[in-house]
């Protein structure tokens, strides 16, 4: 500002100097150098505001890097904490879910259980609820005392549940505890109980022994004693826990079980007579699958790829002689087709190979037609098992209605025969379509392999018929030969179909 000053007065001062140059010179000549020395002030000032300002301009700028430094990890910890932030909010709905999935879960439980000790009295004998009825009671008033806690809650109700897993293995064998129960004259006896299976006994220190009834709107079970052998048996079985149960407690269960107890022979006789072609029909198919399932192992084993690729390489360098030796020492059946055809090269090489093809591929065929026909007919059979046992028991209807075993037993017959037709067309059709598949892929096989031995015995022309050059073991291209008419009923060359009929 105050260089601004001078500069302006400076101006002043020149522009009146011109105006009276000649009037003040001396006057001029002073204020010229109080101008000078104004400036050289002012230019001082000027230089010494500049240090200031250069000295005090890089602890700003260390300060400012310092702020802005500050500022940045400032920012970086203002996203982590909201990167915490978030993850703790996701983190709260998770477990937020994961409670209500939980508190879903034990509302399950706790249902499970209430159930569990509701319907536990009816399932059990009325006698043991002497024996562990106090924890079901415990485990169902738990359910509507709104005072206890959950984890109160599951307490009776877990201890109810480890009070019914010992009575299951408690009653492994037998069950004895003591108790008191009623007698028919309404007497209070203290004695013991033996649980056996669905049957519960009782024998009281008077001496008193019987079965185990429940009473209506009594939680007591009443006491019916025997007579004779049986009181003194069940006495000793309840006081020892060993002896012979003098009654049947399954009311016939078990012996009727025992006498309907069957096996296969017995379901086979009641299938009725159409079983027996059944049988048959199994039979052929079981064992066509074990002959072929034997063929198709020992067609594996006599594979030879390595024997392939030298025969290939013996005819593409014109060694068919050495290619015709090396398929007449092996057996595998490609090679075998591919070295007939090459034998018969000069009748019909494509005749040839489709002969010899036909050949291999009817070793694979056999059998299919065994398990097509089995397919097929054993349903059939089925059906018509069915037919003739419906026709039996309807026969029954009008006439012995008094025996009702003989039409259920025209029923069983019926659907035993279409029971056993479908297992067999269905147990015979996975081993079908695998034939059929390894049957393919022979087929697959041989005409590529044909394929390439066309291509390497390449046809070259005709001649009164088809021909064909092939390369000598010179190397050099043999003759073209005539293909002899074909057999009228065949279609094939007539030396080959002679060599077919060999």
Do not use: W
């Not at 897993?165 to 069950?175: A, E, W």
């Not at 087709?337 to 036909?358: F, N, V």
Request: aromatic fraction near 4%.
């Amino acid at each position: 500002m105050k260089i601004l000053d001078v500069a302006i007065c400076v101006l002043g001062l020149s522009v009146l100097g011109r105006g009276q140059e000649d009037k003040r010179p001396s006057t001029m000549t002073r204020l010229s150098q109080s101008a000078e020395q104004e400036l050289a002030k002012s230019t001082e000032e000027l230089r010494a505001l500049r240090e200031q300002i250069a000295n005090e301009k890089l602890p700003l700028a260390q300060e400012l890097t310092a702020s802005e430094e500050k500022v940045v990890q400032l920012r970086k910890e203002h996203e982590r904490i909201t990167r915490l932030v978030d993850e703790g909010n996701l983190d709260v709905t998770n477990i937020k879910v994961e409670m209500k999935a939980r508190q879903d879960e034990l509302s399950y439980i706790g249902n499970l259980f209430d159930e569990y000790a509701r319907g536990f009295e009816s399932k059990v004998n009325i006698a043991e609820l002497q024996y562990c009825g106090a924890p079901a009671q415990a485990a169902k008033e738990a359910v509507e005392d709104k005072a206890l806690t959950a984890s109160e809650r599951f307490g009776k109700q877990l201890a109810f549940v480890d009070v019914s897993i010992k009575r299951l293995f408690d009653v492994i064998g037998g069950l004895r505890f003591p108790g008191i129960a009623v007698d028919l004259e309404g007497s209070v006896l203290d004695g013991q109980f033996a649980i056996l299976g669905p049957v519960a006994l009782f024998r009281a220190s008077t001496g008193v022994s019987g079965l185990v009834v429940p009473q209506t709107n009594s939680t007591k079970p009443l006491i019916r004693p025997l007579e004779g052998a049986m009181q003194a048996g069940l006495a000793s079985l309840v006081e020892t826990g060993e002896g012979n149960l003098p009654l049947d407690p399954t009311r016939g269960g078990a012996l009727k079980a025992l006498v309907q107890k069957t096996n296969i022979l017995h379901i086979f006789k009641k299938g009725g007579p159409i079983m027996y072609p059944l049988l048959l029909a199994s039979i052929l198919a079981l064992g066509t699958v074990i002959e072929r399932l034997f063929f198709l192992a020992r067609e594996r084993s006599r594979r030879d790829p390595n024997a392939l690729e030298q025969f290939f390489a013996a005819v593409a360098r014109g060694d068919l002689a050495e290619a015709l030796r090396i398929s007449q020492a092996t057996r595998f059946h490609v090679l075998r087709a591919l070295g007939y055809a090459l034998g018969h090269r000069e009748t019909s090489l494509p005749s040839a190979l489709l002969y010899a093809q036909a050949q291999e591929l009817k070793r694979y065929g056999r059998g299919i037609p065994v398990l097509d026909t089995v397919i097929t007919l054993a349903p059939l059979l089925g059906l018509l098992g069915t037919v003739t046992g419906m026709m039996g028991s309807f026969s029954l209807i009008g006439g012995e209605l008094s025996a009702p075993g003989a039409i259920t037993g025209g029923i069983a017959e019926a659907l035993i025969a279409t029971a056993f037709g479908l297992g067999i067309a269905i147990t015979s059709l996975l081993p079908f379509n695998f034939l059929n598949a390894r049957a393919d892929e022979a087929k697959h096989e041989i005409e590529s392999a044909s394929t390439q031995l066309e291509l390497l015995v390449q046809p070259q022309g005709m001649l009164g018929g088809p021909g064909l050059h092939a390369r000598g073991p010179s190397g050099g291209e043999a003759g073209a030969v005539i293909v002899p008419p074909a057999h009228p009923r065949t279609h094939r060359p007539m030396e080959l179909a002679k060599e077919g009929k060999a």
